[in-house]
Structure formats: C-alpha cells, structure tokens
C-alpha cells in the first residue's frame, strides 16, 4: 500500500466526522487530534530512537481499551490535560483542544479505522510523509481557504534543489503555515548527511533543536506544524520550530539573523491584527508581501541567501514598492527570478513569482549599495499547459528551470540566455541594472508572446468582428428556438421573439416577413 493509499483512506474517514455534524472545514483538525496520538505510538514501535511524547494514559493503547461513553469522556479528558501537559511542546499541539464529536460510535469507528490501516507501510515510507500528504489532500479538495498556507510540493523542492540547505545553517520561514519549507529543507540536508551520521553529536543536535525556526499567527495550523515536525524528528527549541506570533511584528523583530530565509508570504493587504506593527522596517505599507520582503533581506546575515514566492503586484507596485525593490537590489544580489504559471496555488488567479537573493555583492558580503548588477528572469508562465487538478504541476515542469539555474545556490553558475529558443524565443534572459532603472525599477518582465494568442496587428476590424459574433448568436437562439420547439414549448418560443422583437425595435410581422 503506498502513502497516497493512506492518504486516502484518511481522507475517507472524513464520512464519519460529517455523519457526526463537523464541518468540512473542520475535518483535518479534528482528524489529526487523533490521529498525532496513533502515529506518535507507531513512531516509537518502529524507531528505538524515538522516545514517547505523550505521557502514560494519553497514548494509543489508553484508547483502544475503552469503548461507549466511556471512550469518548476519556477522550475528552485526555484533549484537556495535554493541553496543561508539562512538556511545553506538547501544549502547545494541544492548546484549547477539543472534539466536537458527539457519538461514542464515531469516534470507536475512528480508531477502529486507524488500527487497521497498513502501518508498516506507513512507516517504511515515512510518517511525516504521510502526514503532510494528508495536509496536501486537505488544501486541494476544500474550498474554505485551506489552501492558503500550503506551497506546492514540487515547487517547495524546486526551491531547495537551487538554494541549497547545508548542515550548520540557522533556517527561518517567517510565514510557517504547515512548515512545508523548513521539513524540506531538513529533508535534503538529511539526504546528503546520510540521515545526520555523518554529522558529530554537537552538529546532530543543532540540527534537531536550533537550526529551524519559522513563525505562524494563526493557532490551529501552527498546530498543525508542530505536529508535522514532530513527526519528521524536528523538535526545535521549548516553542517547538514554529513559533507562535506575527513576524511584522515584535515577535519578527526579535528573530536574530539567519544564514538562509525560505518562505511564501500569504498573499492580501494587511487587515485586522495581522499587519505590519514594526518600527524597524524603514518602508511602512499596508501590504503584506512588501513588509515581508524587508523583513526577509533585513533578517539575512551577511553573504545569507533567501527564495521568497511573491505576487506579481510585488514586483511593479509604485510608490513604496519601487522603494523596497531599489533597497532590495541595493542591499542583495537579486539574482534570479522565476515567473511561474497561473494556476498551481490553491487561490485561483494570482499569479506568483519565485525571487533569489543573497545578502551583500558577490564580492563583498557586508555590502550594502549597488548589490544587484544583473538579474536573471525565467518565464515559465508563457505558453504553458493551464495547471489544475486535470494538470497537475509537477516536478517535471520545473526540472529546466533548475538546469538553468546552476548548480552554485548563489546564482553564480555559468549560465546561457538561450532556454528552449533563441534571444526573446528564450525562457532565460538577463537584463542589467541599468535596463532596469529604465523600467522604473519595475521587475515585473516579460517577454514571450503566448502561442494561443492573436497578433492584434492581425486581427479583423472591430465591424467585422462585431458581424461575426452576431451571426453566431443569430445561430445559437436559432438552435434555441427548434429546441423548445421540439419539447412542445411553442407558445413560449413566440413570446420570446414578441419580446426580442420589441427590444430590437422591429415588428413580429417585419420579422416573420424576413424568415
């Protein structure tokens, strides 16, 4: 059984917790309450060096003894004390937890479910892979904004593939969400330290407890990521790896520097208590992503990287956005930006941006005016497939975009202009600073002509086209009109014409004389 079996046969059990009155945006929350505590026990069964969590009378085996109103009282109790529970890591998962589930057989069919799912399966291919595929099935298929903390898979390992996480870096995301960033981050510096082996003990328990660290405002899906790191062996420091607070403000004004910044800002202005309060950003805005961005090449240390995903509203805004660009391009070396396709985030529409930085020049990491001498721009928006959940944006996509990109994290490979065609047929174009303070310091750049789009220097005259489109609609009502017809609706059909007749100023006579 592989892992998106699992996925789904937990993503069915959804039915049970909606027969029980939850709603759908409900479903993942509730589910992972319990579903931490089977996987926690599974973790420990199958790896000695993981040690229980969860305190004796709150694990997998307290559950599956009891049955009735019994169980789901046990339950309840159990939500509420690991709540108060002394490790302040597992509080903070079970901060004001509760189940909304009201019928003992529910919940008894819930850990029947869970017991009999194919766990040697699940733990051969990685219990956090699990959970976060369920995390990816839960921002595709709901409609209640799920998505909107959730980056692709494919494109979060594009990114990590280019910049390059090394063992010893301090690693933040400002923006957390479910932490896919940061696990993938410790995912690929895994792959290349043999599972941290070839690292000393002082090394490996940086990597566990100080090397990650991200910030989320909201709650429950900062539940969510402790969760999800806790099961990828992640534990960071007494807060967990993802803090609670708004990094635009004081909790992202005391983050300390940081060799490398991944992240994917959340998309809108700033509304309610989740705006930019800080008073050491120099630029003041009321959007989100600008206030991001200084947060990002603020925080960096000198000669640190970072791989932001912005809206392309970031990269052509006037007024304090050319601000934040110019300090930006004078405070970094912008290196590389990836135009991406429409249509790969959950928020129908918004079109994104991949942007590549490192603190300083390339020369000299401590400075800070005229960094940016060249950037390059990969168009991997212009005439590609419309992505969605027909066409699903995959690895494959960006595999030329990484060729390109090099092997150096820092931008600073060999690179060629020539990307699947030649001068502007290419996808990879550099334009030097100067062409683009000629361009107001807008990056928003593009070049390709999409294939499926008409030259307007060849399109008909405006009568023509106007002609043309009338005659398909004269049609369109013809076919209409035998329709109804047909299903014995004629008296409707010479209603229909009397009204169409007197709002195009003509008579039934005028008209049928003309048949």
């Known amino acids: 059984m592989t892992n998106s079996d699992i996925v789904q046969k937990l993503w069915n059990l959804c039915d049970v917790l909606r027969d029980d009155g939850i709603n759908y945006s409900d479903y993942v929350t509730e589910l992972v309450l319990l579903l931490f ?18 305190p004796v009378g709150a694990r997998w085996p307290d559950l599956e003894g009891k049955s009735g109103l019994t169980l ?20 903070a998962i079970y901060a004001d937890a509760q189940t909304r589930l009201k019928e003992p057989r529910h919940l008894e069919q819930l850990i029947k479910s869970l017991d009999g799912i194919d766990w040697f399966s699940a733990r051969r291919d990685g219990l956090g892979d699990l959970y976060e595929g369920l995390l990816e099935k839960n921002a595709s298929e709901t409609k209640s904004g799920a998505g909107q903390y959730f980056t ?45 082996y070839d690292l000393d003990e002082k090394a490996r328990s940086f990597q566990q407890n100080r090397a990650f660290v991200g910030v989320e405002l909201v709650p429950g899906t900062r539940r969510l990521a402790l969760m999800n790191t806790l099961l990828h062996g992640m534990e960071g420091d007494e807060e967990g790896v993802v803090h609670l607070g708004n990094a635009l403000g004081q909790t992202g004004a005391n983050l300390p520097k940081v060799d490398l ?17 800080r008073d050491d950003l ?27 995903v912005l809206p392309d509203n970031v990269l052509f805004e006037a007024g304090v956005g050319t601000d934040v660009r110019r300090d930006l391009m004078d405070k970094c070396n912008l290196h590389t930006i990836l135009r991406l396709p429409t249509g790969i985030f959950y928020a129908q529409g918004v079109k994104t941006n991949v942007l590549f930085f490192q603190k300083g020049s390339v020369d000299n990491p401590r ?7 060249r950037v ?47 001068g502007e047929l290419s996808r990879f174009r550099v334009f030097n600073r100067d062409q683009i303070k000629q361009r107001g310091d807008s990056l928003d750049i593009s070049w390709l002509k999409n294939a ?7 399109l008909p005259i405006p009568e023509v086209l106007a002609a043309e489109a009338m005659a398909e609609l004269t049609e369109a009502l013809h076919e209409l009109e035998e329709l109804m017809k047909a299903l014995g609706a004629g008296d409707e059909v010479t209603a229909q014409r009397q009204l169409m007749a007197e709002v195009m100023g003509l008579t039934v006579a005028q008209e049928n004389g003309n048949e």
């Open 37 to 54: 505590i089977k996987m926690e026990y599974e973790q420990v069964q199958n790896n000695a060096d993981f040690a229980h969590k969860l």
């Open 72 to 91: 789901l009282n046990h339950y309840r109790q159990m939500l509420l004390d690991l709540g108060k529970n002394s490790d302040p890591l597992i509080a």
């Open 152 to 196: 692709p898979r494919p494109l979060i390992d594009s990114i990590i593939n280019c910049i390059k996480p090394q063992p010893g870096e301090t690693i933040q995301d400002p923006a957390a969400g479910t932490a896919g960033f940061l696990i993938a981050a410790d995912a690929y510096i895994k792959s290349h330290t043999d599972d941290h």
């Open 261 to 277: 910044i991944l992240s994917n800002p959340p998309f809108g202005t700033a509304k309610g208590g989740g705006g930019p309060t």
């Open 282 to 308: 120099t630029y003041k805005t009321s959007n989100k992503q600008l206030a991001f961005l200084q947060h990002i090449y603020r925080g960096l240390k000198p000669g640190g990287r970072a791989a932001v």
């Open 367 to 373: 400075q800070d005016q005229g960094c940016t001498q």
């Open 376 to 422: 390059w721009v990969y168009d991997l928006r212009s005439n590609m497939p419309s992505f969605g959940k027909r066409t699903p944006f995959g690895a494959a996509h960006l595999k030329p975009f990484e060729d390109a990109f090099g092997e150096d994290a820092n931008g600073n490979s060999p690179r060629a202009e020539n990307v699947e065609g030649i």
């Open 452 to 458: 499926d789009n008409l030259d307007s220097n060849n």
